[in-house]
């Protein structure tokens, strides 16, 4: 492993330790060396495994086409999801436990089956996917600013935070992802709109992407992962004392309270 990847790798860490957001990473690496962050990613992951943590599943991210564009991008990345970044339905985000919080509603997928497949199909993945539920993806960023590039963020665990599941398991023969219209709330307000169409057209298709490259890295989807295939809308900062509440037709609803300044759990 490169002195490079290390140094990356820790000055991320740093943040998350410190609470202190850094620099960006990129310029410790050629321009645009996606497999460099990875390397990143993945090393900070290992730690974090060592350390006790455990993994959950994994996150998609950049499936917006105009997200892409910005990044300069034509595929989405990837994180890992660990238990520890689980928050109940309705439950409260403590204010330091994020740096630069944002929220996106997405679908989320739990698999019952493992996917080893490099070539996986759509077939394989339903097969695999015991339900689908409504979720809620609270991104954050160690980078200083959101001043980010592909680079920054597939380094930085693709810009992961934590994730709330909503209560209503959906089998996949009962909903059309592709169809699911999206409505965010924050205090009553409509901050975000969209639907699964906007999500790399599906979020089947975001979930096939990922069950594919990942099974070619030698580090397949298992049976229990959950998989936040990515936002169906905007995504939208976050503040303390915020409430947010997402309604997905045909999986029902998700919602997650900021803790106020001063506010105790």
């Known amino acids: 492993m490169s002195a490079a990847v290390r140094e990356a790798a820790d000055l991320l860490q740093g943040a998350i330790d410190t609470g202190n957001p ?9 321009f645009g060396d996606v497999e460099a962050a990875y390397s990143v990613q993945r090393l900070n992951t290992e730690r974090a495994v060592a350390e006790g943590r455990r993994l ?18 034509a595929q989405p990345d990837f994180g890992a999801l660990f238990t520890d970044m689980a928050v109940a339905d309705g439950g409260l985000v403590p204010v330091q436990r994020l740096l630069q919080p944002k929220v996106e509603a997405e679908v989320a ?21 015991g339900f689908a539920v409504a979720a809620l993806e609270i991104v954050d960023s160690r980078i200083a600013a959101w001043d980010i590039s592909i680079v920054d963020t597939v380094a ?13 398991r ?3 023969d009962r909903v ?13 307000t409509v901050v975000s709109e969209g639907s699964g169409a906007d999500c790399l057209g599906s979020p089947l298709n975001a979930a096939l992407w990922l069950a ?11 049976a229990g992962d959950v998989v936040l295939t990515g936002a169906l809308g905007p995504m939208v900062a976050a503040a303390p004392g915020d409430v947010f509440h997402a309604e997905l037709s045909g999986l029902g609803s ?7 300044e001063g506010e105790s759990l």
């Open 109 to 129: 997928l739990v698999l019952t089956d493992d996917l080893p497949n490099p070539s996986c199909t759509v077939a394989e993945l339903v097969r695999a996917t």
């Open 170 to 172: 959906v089998t996949l």
């Open 176 to 188: 059309d992802l592709r169809s699911v219209r999206m409505t965010l709330s924050r205090h009553g």
């Open 212 to 222: 594919s490259t990942l099974a070619r890295r030698g580090d397949p989807l298992r």
């Open 56 to 73: 959950a599943g994994r996150k998609i991210g950049l499936t917006s086409p105009t997200v892409q564009r910005q990044l300069g991008v």
């Open 254 to 260: 998700v919602r997650v309270v900021f803790a106020a």
């Open 22 to 30: 850094c620099l960006p990473v990129r310029d410790f690496f050629s």
């Open 156 to 168: 930085d665990n693709a810009s992961s935070g934590l994730f709330v599941l909503g209560g209503t």
